[in-house]
């Protein structure tokens, strides 16, 4: 069955960077989309960073632009999520997804990782 992992998080203080992993399983990876969300206490999940299937292609919420880095491993089944710049608004559940294509939903998720930061 489909499976993603997500591992990385962890608590750190402002200012400092983590790095976010998602090793994904019982698909073909490369031809998968992928994208990482976030949850706050209290919010609605939502959007951080795409990318293609190639990893060509990335795109950013404008909270994270700049500061975070989304790239993939095909060869490894693996995403990543390079967060630097921490801020304690970034803390959240952090999510990676797939999908099939840009016009289908992410039909696919991981169970999550919590990520702290603290001022």
């Known amino acids: 069955q489909v499976q993603l992992v997500e591992s990385g998080g962890g608590s750190v203080q402002a200012g400092d960077s983590l790095t976010l992993s998602c090793e994904v399983s019982?698909?073909?990876?490369?031809?998968?989309?992928m994208a990482w969300f976030r949850q706050a206490p209290g919010k609605e999940r939502a959007f951080v960073a795409t990318?293609?299937?190639?990893?060509?292609?990335?795109q950013y919420a404008d909270s994270v632009k700049g500061r975070f880095a989304i790239s993939r491993d095909n060869a490894k089944n693996m995403i990543y999520l390079h967060m630097n710049t921490l801020k304690p608004d970034d803390t959240a559940v952090y999510y990676c997804?797939?999908?099939?294509?840009?016009?289908?939903?992410?039909?696919?998720w991981g169970q999550g990782t919590h990520v702290t930061v603290s001022s």
């Open positions: 997804a797939a999908r099939r294509s840009a016009r289908s939903a992410y039909g696919y």
């Open positions: 019982g698909v073909t990876f490369s031809m998968y989309a």
């Open positions: 990318i293609s299937l190639s990893g060509g292609s990335t």
